[in-house]
């Protein structure tokens, strides 16, 4: 992914071997992706767009830990708009490798089985998720 580098932690903040990123960590990473969400079309950043299948993980995981709703928030628009939009094959099931606009109208012709491996994982982690929530 491409727009991955932008959230990696400062080299001087973790150092290999270190462990589990700490709670200021994890509220960095949480503060970068609230910048670069897109509150119109969901997802993070500009066209292309990528499935942010493991930044949709961290979102949920975080909304389970603290209760946060805005990460929740941003994980269901997210997931929603993918699902609605031209990344989805709506015939086969699954999606495109990423959208080539911002929208997520229309896809990359390709499909990737180790993206739609962690969209199936974080699919069944929203489906909780959201029954938790109402």
Same mark, same amino acid.
């Given at each position: 992914?491409?727009c991955a580098?932008?959230?990696?932690?400062?080299?001087?903040?973790?150092?290999?071997g270190?462990?589990?990123?700490?709670?200021?960590?994890?509220?960095?990473?949480?503060l970068?992706?609230a910048?670069?969400y /897109?509150?119109?079309h =969901? $997802? &993070?950043?500009?066209?292309?767009?990528?499935?942010?299948?493991? +930044?949709?993980? #961290?979102?949920?995981?975080?909304?389970a830990?603290?209760?946060?709703?805005?990460?929740?928030d941003?994980?269901?628009?997210?997931?929603?708009?993918?699902?609605?939009?031209?990344?989805? /094959?709506?015939l086969? =099931? $699954? &999606?495109?490798?990423?959208?080539?606009?911002?929208e997520?109208? +229309?896809?990359? #012709?390709e499909?990737?089985?180790?993206?739609?491996?962690?969209?199936?994982?974080?699919?069944?982690?929203?489906?909780?998720?959201?029954?938790c929530s109402?």
């Open positions: 992914m491409a580098s932008r959230f990696a932690m400062p080299p001087s903040s973790r150092t290999a270190q462990g589990t990123p700490g709670e200021d960590e994890l509220a960095q990473a949480l970068g992706l910048r670069d /897109d509150e119109k =969901g $997802g &993070f950043g500009g066209a292309p767009k990528f499935p942010p299948s493991m +930044v949709i993980e #961290f979102l949920l995981r975080h909304h830990r603290t209760g946060a709703q805005g990460a929740l941003m994980a269901a628009h997210t997931a929603e708009a993918m699902a609605r939009g031209g990344i989805y /094959d709506q086969a =099931g $699954g &999606f495109a490798r990423y959208s080539v606009d911002r997520w109208v +229309v896809p990359h #012709f499909k990737m089985l180790y993206d739609n491996a962690r969209g199936r994982r974080v699919s069944r982690a929203d489906r909780s998720s959201c029954a109402g």
